[in-house]
């Protein structure tokens, strides 16, 4: 089993749940994704988008990823720091 553990990504369904906060803090879209951001301490600084972690998805779904068994991949741009 080869499993994707996406992070923060703002799809469809984000962007209405972060309008809804934003108007409950009579703040912006983009104010609130910068404390969840910071909150979260994303190392790139920035929620993913949906082709970040889709890139992963076609790989794995690939020929090149045929010998990959038992693996889990973060795609969460460094909010699980990893040595």
């Known amino acids: 089993m080869v499993c994707v553990l996406p992070g923060f990504v703002v799809t469809d369904g984000t962007t209405a749940h972060l309008q809804h906060m934003a108007d409950q803090q009579g703040v912006t879209t983009a104010e609130i ?3 969840i951001v910071d909150h979260l301490q994303v190392s790139m600084g920035r929620p993913g988008d949906p082709e970040d972690v889709a890139e992963m ?3 794995l779904a690939s020929g090149r990823a045929k010998w990959l068994t038992g693996a889990q991949f973060r795609v969460d741009g460094g909010i699980i720091p990893t040595v």
Request: proline share 0%.
């Open 33 to 35: 994704t910068r404390q």
């Open 57 to 59: 998805i076609v790989f």
